[in-house]
């Protein structure tokens, strides 16, 4: 089992910046993949960024690509998500998750265990 905790959410204008966290805890592999995914109210949880692991390739959905950057530290099994330029579109709820093994890095259903979210609301 493997446990997650997120922090780091908030409220912030737009155009702002917020620097999400996820520690990991239990039966955690470094070379399990770590990812991001949103839910918005009233639509479905949605891939945002992940990083795999060896190698720390990073794949990024296209609405955030060049805005956000995800980053890792395996000696202590957190995984972070910088968010700059940030846009009233990105409010959400953000879960970590962990993926071990195969299936398609965006895929909700490829990760076997997910933190409990924090509250991102980004006002114009």
């Known amino acids: 089992q493997v446990q997650l905790v997120e922090s780091g959410g908030g409220l912030v204008q737009a155009g702002g910046s917020l620097r999400l966290s996820c520690a990991a805890s239990g039966r955690i592999f470094s070379t399990d993949t770590m990812g991001w995914f949103r839910q918005a109210p009233g639509k479905e949880r949605e891939f945002v960024a992940t990083?795999?692991?060896?190698?720390?390739?990073?794949y990024y959905a296209d609405s955030v690509k060049g805005r956000f950057t995800i980053s890792r530290d395996n000696a202590k099994n957190t995984v972070s998500l910088q968010m700059n330029s940030l846009k009233p579109e990105d409010t959400a709820v953000y879960y970590c998750?962990?993926?071990?093994?195969?299936?398609?890095?965006?895929?909700?259903?490829?990760?076997?265990?997910w933190g409990q979210g924090t509250q991102v609301t980004v006002s114009s």
């Open positions: 990083i795999v692991w060896p190698g720390g390739g990073t």
């Open positions: 998750a962990t993926r071990r093994g195969g299936g398609l890095y965006y895929s909700i259903s490829s990760y076997n265990s």
